[in-house]
């Protein structure tokens, strides 16, 4: 009789087989995700430069590039039309353009319109690597309301600590706006005498879910309900603009508005001439606030970021 004396894995051998598959794996990983971020982070890089060159186009148009938001008639700023809202058409969302009722603010009950069109979140402001843009609250009737949409691009309006960034308010210090999109602003390229190459125009933001500002007590009842229970986040029909004071990827809250990003290490931002760089989150303060200022003088040559 002929015996099979043919022996299989032992347990030993398996556990080797499985650890040497694992360590693989754990080597792998890493690759595949910082694949995945360099598409992500070029995908934010081409929506920059489509914003940049929309920017450019609202400038070859009206001579100007677009205020950080608008005016009303009786004088009223607060919720009017953000410089994010103007650049509609040349973001190829002319039909929404051209559905907005301009003549009011937004959540105006004259137009109920605008209500529903203010809460289409739109693919040109999400940046890939931060989580999906959604709703967020700005109506302050206490209901909780998630009633607009978020984005994470905003105009850097100063380098100065001004209550989200809105710098460039009649009641404040013009001074204060020292960035090239602000308040009421009516920049020209020429107006940049800094050089358009080396000065900031837009960059990345991102409120966390946990924000301590929903939390505060001003908010709540009137804004956020009894419970905190809204999100905040910077939204691109109104209000939209950051500061650089507190560098970037720090711990600013949302009523501090900082520069804010989910790229490791940094986060890109729109120049004054349309191109998009990466600036390394260690940047020195000094260089980053020279890069803010449209006329301070400043000399940049590039090598300090």
């Known amino acids: 009789m002929c015996r099979n004396n043919r022996a299989g894995f032992t347990l030993v051998e398996l556990l080797v087989v499985i650890a040497i598959i694992a360590i693989l794996i754990a080597l792998l990983l ?53 410089w994010s809202a103007k650049i509609l058409p040349y973001i190829e969302q002319g039909g929404l353009n051209d559905a907005i009722d301009y003549s009011v603010e937004y959540h105006n009950p004259n137009a109920p319109q605008n209500h529903a069109l203010v809460k289409q979140l739109l693919p040109v402001y999400q940046c890939p690597t931060a989580p999906k843009n959604v709703l967020v609250t700005c109506s302050n009737d206490g209901d909780n309301h998630e009633d607009i949409a978020e984005t994470n691009y905003s105009a850097i309006s100063t380098h100065l600590q001004v209550f989200r960034a809105w710098a460039g308010e009649p009641d404040t210090d013009e001074s204060e706006a020292t960035g090239v999109i602000y308040g009421h602003s009516t920049t020209t390229v020429g107006d940049i005498f800094d050089g358009s190459s080396n000065t900031l125009m837009v960059g990345e933001t991102d409120t966390s879910e946990d924000d301590p500002t929903r939390f505060n007590p001003i908010y709540f009842p009137r804004w956020c309900g009894p419970n905190g229970a809204c999100r905040f986040g910077k939204f691109w029909p109104a209000l939209n603009l950051i500061t650089t004071a507190f560098g970037i990827n720090s711990d600013a809250n949302f009523e501090e508005s900082g520069v804010h990003s989910l790229h490791p290490g940094g986060a890109q931002f729109v120049f004054g001439d349309g191109h998009v760089s990466f600036i390394g989150e260690t940047i020195d303060q000094a260089t980053l606030e020279a890069l803010t200022t449209r006329k301070w003088g400043e000399v940049n040559d590039g090598t300090g970021y």
């Open 30 to 82: 890493p690759a595949v995700q910082a694949a995945r971020e360099a598409a992500r982070r070029t995908q934010c890089n081409n929506n920059l430069k489509q914003i940049g060159l929309a920017l450019h186009n609202y400038h070859a148009m009206y001579g100007v590039f677009p205020p950080g938001w608008g005016w009303r008639a009786d004088g009223n700023h607060h919720n009017s039309w953000a």
